[in-house]
């Protein structure tokens, strides 16, 4: 009997193409997460979501029909590459967990809503950097790895980012402003031009930075000031 060669299908093509993909935590940014891979996923199939990892949430739990397939151990186990979006906006813990992640099989791609307005190219941001929906970002701009910039930020020319940096909602970054790694700024935090702020700091919700800011501190305000000083 002839063999009959498969009829070629579209549909399949794109689903052999997609990335399978896992997002590590599996509280209110996780589900954000999951939602902004479903929106990038509509306009140019891409990624398809596993499921969670999450070392404190049992394991088999669903959330939002998605289930928790694990921790961080059994993630560095997986026999197939998989891309890892970490959904957690504390910078130290960010880091720590890419520490922890030792399988050479796990890649991390980046994130970017398809209604971000993007002057740079994708390989001006680092990888595993999350861009949520809103975002503004103009000319001659390097994103570090690991950053997040949620929903509603803009960020002005000649910045640059550092890894492990997160941005809350509605945060606004001016022009030629240098971020440290592991810079936090909560929700409504500004930057004004030309200012640098060092690493390990965190800007508290609404602050305004006029003037730069030394590593290792918590700062607030208008004008943001050192209120807090952290261990190097």
């Not at 939602?35 to 939002?64: E, H, P, R, W």
């Not at 002005?156 to 790694?181: K, R, W």
Request: net charge negative; with cysteine; charged share 15%.
């Amino acid at each position: 009997m002839p063999l009959v060669k498969p009829q070629w299908n579209p549909l399949m093509e794109k689903i052999n193409f997609m990335k399978n993909c896992v997002i590590i935590g599996a509280g209110g940014f996780g589900r954000e997460v999951h939602m902004l891979i479903d929106q990038i996923n509509a306009t140019s199939s891409q990624y398809k979501v596993l499921g969670f990892y999450d070392d404190s949430v049992a394991k088999g739990t669903f959330i939002n029909e998605l289930e928790v397939l694990g921790t961080l151990q059994d993630l560095n186990e997986v026999t197939q590459p998989t891309g890892v979006c970490i959904a957690i906006g504390a910078p130290k813990v960010k880091k720590a967990i890419v520490e922890k992640l030792t399988n050479s099989l796990l890649f991390f791609p980046k994130l970017i809503h398809p209604s971000v307005f993007l002057g740079i190219s994708e390989e001006s941001i680092g990888k595993g950097a999350i861009i949520c929906a809103g975002n503004i970002i103009t000319v001659n701009i390097t994103i570090g790895e690991f950053v997040v910039l949620n929903l509603g930020c803009t960020v002005g020319h000649d910045t640059v980012i550092g890894n492990y940096c997160a941005f809350m909602p509605q945060s606004n970054i001016a022009g030629e402003v240098i971020l440290g790694e592991a810079v936090y700024g909560g929700m409504g935090a500004g930057i004004i031009n030309q200012v640098t702020v060092g690493n390990n700091v965190t800007l508290g919700a609404g602050s305004v930075v006029v003037k730069n800011i030394p590593s290792n501190c918590l700062a607030v305000g208008i004008p943001a000031k050192v209120i807090k000083e952290y261990e190097g």
